[in-house]
């Protein structure tokens, strides 16, 4: 997690790192940092919490002067968020921003560092230390790099200044994310291209274990062996309009009324000249020869990767599974004769898939990863990719990248077969229009979100098959963004255990879009309303009953995870609004999720 930026230029670095930083803030909001290099000086920045509070403290860069630097905003995993081990962390010469893990860190100070007093808790410092070390040794600055890459075992981006050679800058990769905006006459570094599109929509990627010497007018990428990259830089098609709010109050409003364009921009992705919906040939051709296809992927995610099962199974008829990635790494489960992996990941960095993509390649498995993030690391590293084309998603909790996951998982189960006939380029303009009039009824789910959830310390939602799994999907984003404590039930649980939770006033909020169980469901609705819970219902049309609060129009059965996943997106934005909540940047998460 963690989010860094670097300038070299003619410009004032401070401002243009703090803005770079504003679009990081998602990834992680305890504190940051800047380093500006002035005058044979680096001045060091830093303050805890929000960024704006570094911006308050510097007059929003005004006070630091100098058109070299680098900035931090950070998550923290080694030592509290205090401005101690806020980044950037320097020694005489250096001063360095990281994300990542340093996993051999307590090695690296007893082998290395013996000698030294560490002033902060954090891994990073023992990198800025070394690189100092290494170089009061004689070793020239690119050497003490490869020396770095060579003993340093975890994941890093890093940024790094050297107040004795202020004409450039350095970055170093290794499974954290890290590009390098091109620019005339300056360049930048950054967590991803959101950071630096204000400035150029020009990037180079930089590969793992690679590192790069950037100047004002140059880029030198070389490998951890001293080689030269030949690489050529690529254009991103992002606006800034994409990643502002608009006249949004929040990025997660924003993303919800999203979602009907995000499904008409993936048909218009993926339609072939004649408008029919495809896959490439050689995607199916893997898909098609596994006999079991393993879904892997973390949170919302994975939420997304069950109802992928369920479309494989009924509309391919090809047996498959979701996983948690971080269970399945470390408790493999016995695998089939010719599995298939499908990772999917909003960010396209989440170490915990990765870590399951290292060891399925590893036994010479096919990949593919459904992403948001072209060039992405599981992206790059799958056999195959397929993009979400959701657009940045900026608030911390899923919402449009989650519809986009589920509309990209129906594609490719109907290309691969079309069992039952499903004219999907037909129900996902449909779903289209049908969620832009459920985006129409704001006020009902406020009003909803009000009387029920909101003064509530806890929530329950239930439902059976695609409704249940949609049910895990709308508990945690409640409880993400809002800090009601919610479960996901299948309905027909309650009576073995849960329905001893339900109190006089609990909110239970049912989805009910089955023909086949809606009537089970209404049963489990009895039972709690007898035990005193207040009931939500949200139905499609010809599930529905007259005292339905919420009714969708009716889409294909088996794509109602699509439509009736957004009245609980809009119950959970609600409830965090009404009760105060930071619902963009809710605590203690991060939006890409990179240590395991
Ligand atoms: C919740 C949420 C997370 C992510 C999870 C995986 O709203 O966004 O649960 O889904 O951290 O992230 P990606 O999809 O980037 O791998």
Redesign the pocket.
Known sequence: MCGIVGYIGPDEAAPILLDGLSKLEYRGYDSAGLAIYNDGRINIEKAVGKLANLSEKTGGGSQVKGSLGIGHTRWATHGKPNEVNAHPHSTENFSIVHNGIIENEAMLRRTYLNDVNFVSDTDTEVVVRLLEKFTSEGEAIDVAIMHLIDIIDGSYALAIIDRRNPEYMYAVKNKSPLLIGKGEGFNMIGSDAMAMIAHTDTFYEIHDQEFAIVTRNSVDIFTSYSKKVDREPYKAELDLSDISKGTYPHYMLKEIEEQPLVLRRIIGEYQNDAGELTVPEEILADVRACDKIYII?????YHAGIIGKHFFENISGKPADSYIASEFVYNTPLLTERPLFIF????G??AD?RAVLVKIKEMGHKAITLTNVKGSTLSREADHTMLLYAGPEIA???TK?YTAQVAVLAILAVAVKNKIGIDLKYELALIANTIESLCSDRELYKRLAEEYIAPSRNCFYIGRGVDYYVCLEAA??LK?VSYVQTEGFAAGELKHGTISLIEEGTPVVAIITQYNTHLNTRGNIKEVTARGAKVIRISTKGASSRRDQIVIGDVHELLTPLVSVVPAQYLAYYTAFLRGCDIDKPRNLAK??TVE
């Not at 992927?297 to 995610?301: E, H, I, N, V, Y």
């Open positions: 992927a973390c949170g919302t995610s999917i990941s909003q960010s960095e989440t898939s911390v909790a899923s990248a945690l984003k993400e890409s999720v």
